[in-house]
Structure formats: structure tokens, C-alpha cells
């Protein structure tokens, strides 16, 4: 591959390798399933990531018809490179608990190491004056390279994730560097207006824009109409969580709160059940293992403390369901309870409103105050603030007891404002917004060069 005038880096591939087969992500949102239906239709681009402890021999057999160009990494590059330096030192800023960071200069080097890999692949493949649109926190020095090796590329970086204000980003010891990579960039996206500001705050010199991703709405509807034969309402109350295991998620304290508000409305006991499905990333990563530890032990215990013959108060479910599968919950939930300390978007809070307001179906959104969909979402949703146990409580309560018509005129104002704007056309938005950016930079280079001296 060369001479491509697109090359988008995202440190993840569509497909994965299990060691027999490659395999395909189940969801048709987040960024990926984007990615996928953007290549689909584009020509001319091209798709870096990494292949982790993958076959040689099978780096060109994905079988995707995508055009992908896989950066082969060992197990301990990916350690190293994702768990070690992303997921320990730079997540727990990101998520602005920089107590919680565990900085590695042997992982910071690893780090370093691949994204030098991936601009140098970037590098050889891009033609001149190519778009490069970079994708999170896990190519932060990506920018810099490129601009020492290709200054002729047009680089963009979307921020998936929240950006933490600037007095948090500087607990990095790395962060003077991070900075003058991403001072690189012309362009850098975000979900929400504070994010970007966060961002402005670290890398002034760069222009920002302010995109929040969708959902395929119409795939999601469809998907929710075709299950709805399979619905099976549970008796009582069902309050539905489906996350990936996370201390951001704030899981914990979610148990808690559902153990206060059964103390403080005891007929609830067998009327009220929590569904958590709850995946669990890779195991290795310390917070992560704490907090699934922690977890465990305080379902357990709620469980034992409220269980009958016939009822316990928490159905914990540790692993991946299938697509269709979490839209039956999704469908047979009462309230949707979103508890993100902080949280870049959530697709899943736009899943649920998207499959029961096509079912005529009108389940409570809690939706926390921190999470990116709630500057879309508003009021319409139950706003929480999960950094109280008290708010928490309140909320859950107040969204059990709203009336039928409360909850549907709810609904009605989240399917709203929900819009129908497709994952891919926000794509083309973000690619046009780079290429605009960096069109607009060359024109000031050109009219500062054209100035007298005196002027300039």
C-alpha cells in the first residue's frame, strides 16, 4: 500500500485473532463498527492498527474485504504499550483521579516505541498531502513524529474519551512531552464542549471542534421491533446497568445504592431487581482487578443480606452477551441506570432510548451528570451525580415512582433529541473538518510568508 490519500489510526482492528480464527465485533456502534462502514464505502484509505500475537502468515487473510495495514505487536509490546502506560498511567488522568496512576517508565517506553511504529507505517503509506485521522489517547505521540517526517500531512485526532483540565493533565510526568506532540495536530474532535475546552487549555495552537457520536438508529429499531415478540417483563421492577467493567463506571457504588434504597423502602424486597452485565476487560490491570474484587464481594454480600426462596435483589452477569441478547434486556428494563464518574459518551444510554421508544415502550433514563450524552440529553433523562451516594439513592427512587405518563413524556423528549444522524456521516464530518483545518493553517503559513518583515 502507497500513495493513499486517507489513512486512519486507531490502535484497535475490526477483527481480532483468537488464536484460530479472526473475529468480528458483534455491536453496530462505537467506533469500530464507524470505521468498518466508513471503509466500506470509502476508496483510497486505509486502516493502522495493531495485531496482537497474530500469525504472520494471517495478517492478510482477515477475510474483512476492508483495507487494513496490521501493525504486528508481541503480548509484551501490547502490555506494556495498552495495559501498563494506557490503562494505568494515562486512563486514571483521563478519568481525572490521578491518584488512582501507576506510571511505569518501562511501559512509558513501550508506549513510545509503538507509536513511533505507527507513524513510521503512517508515514510510508500516506501519499502527499494525505488526511491522517488519529483516534484517542493511545497515539498521543503520533502527531509529533509525523510532523518531523511528513510536515506535508493533514493530522486530526478524535478524543473518544473525556480530556481532563489542564491542572489534572500535568500530573503526567510525562505531560510536557504528550503536549508537544499533540501541538502537531491541526484539528482535535470531541464529544462535548468541555472536553474540547480541557483540551484548548494543553494544546492552545490547535483547533478543536465539537462532534458527539450516534448511534445506527434505524439498525438498533429494527433489531428492537424483531425482539420484541421474545420480550419477557419481569415481575416486579427491573433496574438494567450494561457496561464494561470499569472503576469509572462506578459499579460499587451502584450495589450500594441499591442496598441503601431496599434499607430505606424494605417492601421493595422482592418488587425491585438490579441486572449488572458487566463484561470484564483483560485481566492484569490492577484497578481493574480491584475493582472487579471488590465487586463480587459486594453483590455477594447485598445478596445474602435480601435474598428469599425466590428473589435476590442483584442478577450479576460477568461476561459479553450478543447484540440481540442485551436488546431483550434493553426492552424488558423498567429503568436504565447509567452511573459514569466520567464518561466520554455512552452509546448504550442511546441503545436503550432507540429500542424502546420504536417498541412504544417508555423505561426511565438515569443518566449521569458526567457522562458526554448528557450534554445531548439534558433533562429529558434523570440527571445523577454518582460522586454522591445520596443523589444516587434519590434518583433511583424518584425514577422507581414516576408515573406512566411522566415516563412517557420523558421518552418522547429523549427519542427527540436523540436525532438520526448516522455514525458514518459523522465521520465524513470529522474527515472534512481536518482537511479544512489544515487547508485554512497553509493559507496563513502562505499569507505570513507573502507579508513584509515590518508586518509579520
Request: proline content about 9%; hydrophobic content about 40%.
Amino acid at each position: 500500500m502507497k500513495d493513499v490519500p486517507l489513512v486512519i489510526g486507531y490502535h484497535r482492528p475490526p477483527v481480532e485473532w483468537t488464536g484460530r480464527h479472526w473475529r468480528a465485533p458483534a455491536s453496530p456502534n462505537g467506533v469500530i463498527p464507524t470505521l468498518r462502514a466508513l471503509l466500506a464505502g470509502t476508496p483510497d484509505a486505509v486502516w493502522v492498527a495493531a495485531a496482537v500475537d497474530t500469525d504472520p502468515a494471517q495478517l492478510d487473510r482477515h477475510g474483512t474485504g476492508l483495507p487494513l495495514s496490521l501493525l504486528p505487536l508481541t503480548r509484551s509490546d501490547w502490555s506494556g504499550y495498552f495495559h501498563r502506560c494506557g490503562k494505568e498511567a494515562l486512563w486514571p488522568v483521563l478519568m481525572s483521579q490521578p491518584h488512582l496512576m501507576r506510571f511505569d517508565p518501562s511501559a512509558w517506553s513501550r508506549y513510545r516505541s509503538v507509536n513511533a511504529r505507527f507513524a513510521d507505517r503512517i508515514a510510508a503509506i500516506a501519499a502527499p498531502g494525505a488526511t491522517v485521522w488519529l483516534h484517542d489517547y493511545n497515539l498521543w505521540l503520533v502527531p509529533g513524529r509525523l510532523r518531523r517526517s511528513r510536515p506535508d500531512l493533514r493530522l486530526g485526532l478524535f478524543h473518544h474519551t473525556p480530556f481532563p483540565p489542564p491542572s489534572v493533565f500535568d500530573a503526567l510526568p510525562t505531560a510536557a512531552e504528550i503536549r508537544a506532540s499533540l501541538a502537531g495536530l491541526h484539528w482535535a474532535g470531541f464529544h462535548t464542549g468541555d472536553d474540547a475546552d480541557h483540551f484548548h487549555g494543553t494544546a492552545e495552537t490547535v483547533r478543536v471542534g465539537v462532534h458527539p457520536l450516534g448511534i445506527d438508529r434505524s439498525a438498533i429499531e429494527t433489531l428492537a421491533c424483531n425482539r420484541l415478540p421474545h420480550r419477557h417483563p419481569p415481575a416486579g421492577k427491573l433496574v438494567l446497568s450494561v457496561e464494561r467493567l470499569d472503576y469509572t463506571k462506578a459499579p460499587v457504588q451502584k450495589v450500594d445504592a441499591i442496598a441503601a434504597l431496599l434499607a430505606r423502602r424494605p417492601e421493595l424486597a422482592g418488587q425491585l431487581r438490579f441486572r449488572l452485565i458487566c463484561p470484564p476487560p483483560a485481566s492484569g490491570i490492577t484497578a481493574y482487578d480491584t475493582t472487579a474484587d471488590i465487586l463480587r464481594r459486594s453483590v455477594d454480600e447485598v445478596n445474602r443480606r435480601w435474598r428469599t426462596a425466590d428473589w435476590q435483589p442483584i442478577d450479576y452477569l460477568p461476561h459479553s452477551l450478543p447484540l440481540p441478547e442485551i436488546v431483550d434486556h434493553y426492552l424488558a428494563a423498567d429503568v436504565f441506570w447509567i452511573t459514569s464518574l466520567r464518561d466520554g459518551m455512552n452509546l448504550t444510554a442511546k441503545e436503550f432510548i432507540a429500542a424502546q421508544h420504536a417498541c412504544g415502550l417508555s423505561g426511565a433514563l438515569i443518566l449521569s451528570r458526567y457522562a458526554g450524552a448528557a450534554a445531548e440529553l439534558g433533562d429529558a433523562a434523570l440527571l445523577t451525580d454518582p460522586h454522591s451516594p445520596a443523589n444516587l439513592v434519590d434518583t433511583l427512587e424518584r425514577a422507581l415512582t414516576l408515573t406512566p405518563t411522566q415516563r412517557g413524556t420523558r421518552m418522547t423528549r429523549l427519542a427527540r433529541r436523540l436525532g438520526y444522524q448516522h455514525p458514518t456521516d459523522w465521520a465524513a464530518e470529522i474527515i472534512t473538518a481536518i482537511r479544512h483545518r489544515s487547508a485554512a493553517d497553509e493559507n496563513d503559513a502562505v499569507l505570513r510568508q507573502s507579508r513584509p518583515a515590518f508586518m509579520r
